[in-house]
């Protein structure tokens, strides 16, 4: 039988830790005079009881440790539970939301999706704007830590190729999990931190500057206007993506630079690959809209630099209208959304560490088929790749583009137009942002979806920041049987 009670206790903790952080959000709402700070102050005492007391019932179920399955549990509950938590402000307060509207903002806002339901981003509280990007912002710390400490120990979807890597640092072995952890908030803030200089430097407002730094660094989205990036064109957008960039990389190579190892960044194959790839699609777009507009030279190389990074990245800022750039540039973000950024760092999608080793399978398979006795010995990265990494990189493809196919299905079921529904299918599960379609609002809002499609994106959402896999074994009844 299963022992739940880690389970609940870490939750608890995790829920207790939430409520208090609602305090933040509260004394902005109380310093700018605005009264919504009474929603945020009775939700931060509710969640901080409800978790209080769970991690109080259940505090001697550490006592075994945390297992395997446990571990799985754990991860899959904490996107579901904390997200839950997370949009009680949203309905007790402004927007005054409903159900399903307040829980899709926090579930799009800790899986750092960017897809928001909420209308009139400029009138509402800074309180609550602050309280989005702080789910963001959590959610992205979330992810790379579950990225690098839990995924590879369960062996999820290929990551297990990193597993002695995340201990490694060229050389310098670091012992426990907890240094891990150290060097993650040290490189997350660090890297906030940074973000937040750079904004105001080149003329964005403090609270402007905060909210932007805690979105671009999770790769999430979420902006403090409807108009999205837009008022911010110009050298901010330059700014962006550098941070966005720096986002997508490995958090474990920030880790590795800390220590003195300059060269671990460019030696990983992940990173040229990305860095390489980014430069492909954003020649290619550039290309295209030189030869089809007559807008400015400078102005395309700096939109079409900013909006394929934020796509390929996850991140979804915006800063024009990419589907009227034409057919072949919506092609291009829509491929790069599918790829995603690095493993182990705030990036979204499938990421590039599977598709290198996808295509070395497929380099391997073709090689044999012209010299069948031949021995081929997969590597990356001059690392050999065991085959349980290859097969679960394999099933991660199947299950991904299935779970992809069968959502945009599910979505044109509930009537939206087929664009619509693709490119919902593919912004939840990738985990990108924007939808491209007749019944998306002037804004990018998705306030006018049927219910049905929303919760639908809800749980592809939770799906994609999951990677699948790691949801879809707590089916499996031998799971639960242990």
């Given at each position: 039988?299963?022992?739940?009670?880690?389970?609940?206790?870490?939750?608890?903790?995790?829920?207790?830790?939430?409520?208090?952080?609602?305090?933040?959000?509260?004394?902005?709402?109380?310093?700018?005079?605005?009264?919504?700070?009474?929603?945020?102050?009775?939700?931060?005492?509710?969640?901080?009881?409800?978790?209080?007391?769970?991690?109080?019932?259940?505090?001697?179920?550490?006592?075994?440790?945390?297992?395997?399955?446990?571990?799985?549990?754990?991860?899959?509950?904490?996107?579901?539970?904390?997200?839950?938590?997370?949009?009680?402000?949203?309905?007790?307060?402004?927007?005054?939301?409903?159900?399903?509207?307040?829980?899709?903002?926090?579930?799009?806002?800790?899986?750092?999706?960017?897809?928001?339901?909420?209308?009139?981003?400029?009138?509402?509280?800074?309180?609550?704007?602050?309280?989005?990007?702080?789910?963001?912002?959590?959610?992205?710390?979330?992810?790379?830590?579950?990225?690098?400490?839990?995924?590879?120990?369960?062996?999820?979807?290929?990551?297990?190729?990193?597993?002695?890597?995340?201990?490694?640092?060229?050389?310098?072995?670091?012992?426990?999990?907890?240094?891990?952890?150290?060097?993650?908030?040290?490189?997350?803030?660090?890297?906030?931190?940074?973000?937040?200089?750079?904004?105001?430097?080149?003329?964005?407002?403090?609270?402007?500057?905060?909210?932007?730094?805690?979105?671009t660094i999770a790769t999430g989205g979420?902006?403090?206007?409807?108009?999205?990036?837009?008022?911010?064109?110009?050298?901010?957008?330059?700014?962006?993506?550098?941070?966005?960039?720096?986002?997508?990389?490995?958090?474990?190579?920030?880790?590795?630079?800390?220590?003195?190892?300059?060269?671990?960044?460019?030696?990983?194959?992940?990173?040229?690959?990305?860095?390489?790839?980014?430069?492909?699609?954003?020649?290619?777009?550039?290309?295209?809209?030189?030869?089809?507009?007559?807008?400015?030279?400078?102005?395309?190389?700096?939109?079409?630099?900013?909006?394929?990074?934020?796509?390929?990245?996850?991140?979804?800022?915006?800063?024009?209208?990419?589907?009227?750039?034409?057919?072949?540039?919506?092609?291009?973000?829509?491929?790069?959304?599918?790829?995603?950024?690095?493993?182990?760092?705030t990036g979204c999608s499938l990421k590039?560490?599977?598709?290198?080793?996808?295509?070395?399978?497929?380099?391997?398979?073709?090689?044999?088929?012209?010299?069948?006795?031949?021995?081929?010995?997969?590597?990356?990265?001059?690392?050999?790749?065991?085959?349980?990494?290859?097969s679960s990189v394999i099933v991660m493809?199947?299950?991904?583009?299935?779970?992809?196919?069968?959502?945009?299905?599910?979505?044109?079921?509930?009537?939206?137009?087929?664009?619509?529904?693709?490119?919902?299918?593919?912004?939840?599960?990738?985990?990108?942002?924007?939808?491209?379609?007749?019944?998306?609002?002037?804004?990018?809002?998705?306030?006018?979806?049927?219910?049905?499609?929303?919760?639908?994106?809800?749980?592809?959402?939770?799906?994609?920041?999951?990677?699948?896999?790691?949801?879809?074994?707590?089916?499996?009844?031998?799971?639960?049987?242990?």
């Amino acid at each position: 039988m299963l022992d739940i009670r880690p389970v609940v206790h870490l939750i608890g903790l995790l829920g207790l830790a939430l409520g208090v952080l609602m305090l933040v959000p509260a004394a902005v709402d109380w310093q700018a005079g605005n009264a919504n700070w009474h929603a945020f102050a009775r939700t931060s005492f509710v969640v901080c009881m409800i978790g209080g007391l769970a991690a109080l019932t259940t505090r001697n179920g550490l006592d075994a440790g945390l297992g395997r399955r446990q571990s799985f549990l754990l991860t899959a509950s904490l996107w579901a539970v904390l997200p839950a938590l997370g949009a009680v402000p949203f309905a007790l307060g402004a927007p005054n939301a409903n159900l399903t509207n307040a829980y899709f903002e926090a579930m799009s806002g800790m899986t750092t999706t960017g897809t928001t339901v909420f209308v009139g981003l400029d009138d509402l509280p800074p309180g609550v704007l602050i309280w989005r990007s702080m789910l963001q912002w959590l959610g992205g710390l979330g992810i790379v830590i579950v990225a690098l400490v839990f995924l590879p120990v369960l062996r999820v979807g290929g990551m297990q190729h990193f597993q002695a890597e995340a201990f490694d640092t060229m050389g310098k072995v670091l012992p426990r999990v907890y240094d891990i952890s150290a060097g993650l908030l040290q490189v997350y803030f660090g890297l906030t931190f940074a973000a937040i200089a750079a904004y105001m430097a080149f003329g964005m407002s403090g609270f402007d500057a905060v909210n932007h730094a805690m979105t671009t660094i999770a790769t999430g989205g979420f902006s403090t206007s409807d108009q999205s990036f837009v008022k911010f064109t110009g050298p901010l957008e330059y700014v962006s993506v550098l941070f966005m960039v720096l986002a997508g990389l490995p958090f474990i190579r920030f880790i590795q630079l800390l220590g003195g190892s300059w060269a671990a960044v460019w030696k990983d194959v992940q990173v040229r690959a990305f860095l390489r790839w980014i430069g492909y699609s954003v020649g290619a777009v550039i290309a295209y809209r030189l030869m089809t507009s007559d807008a400015h030279v400078l102005d395309v190389l700096r939109g079409t630099l900013f909006n394929v990074v934020t796509l390929f990245t996850g991140t979804g800022y915006g800063s024009d209208d990419v589907a009227a750039w034409g057919d072949f540039p919506l092609l291009v973000v829509i491929l790069v959304g599918f790829i995603g950024a690095c493993t182990a760092s705030t990036g979204c999608s499938l990421k590039i560490f599977r598709y290198l080793v996808l295509f070395e399978a497929i380099r391997a398979q073709m090689q044999r088929l012209r010299r069948p006795n031949e021995v081929v010995a997969l590597r990356l990265g001059g690392k050999r790749l065991q085959p349980d990494v290859i097969s679960s990189v394999i099933v991660m493809f199947t299950v991904f583009v299935a779970s992809f196919i069968l959502l945009a299905v599910s979505l044109s079921l509930t009537g939206l137009e087929l664009r619509t529904a693709i490119t919902a299918a593919w912004t939840a599960i990738c985990n990108v942002g924007p939808v491209f379609g007749q019944e998306v609002g002037e804004t990018g809002a998705v306030d006018g979806f049927p219910v049905a499609a929303k919760w639908l994106m809800i749980f592809g959402m939770y799906l994609g920041r999951l990677e699948i896999l790691a949801v879809l074994v707590l089916l499996l009844p031998r799971f639960w049987r242990g």
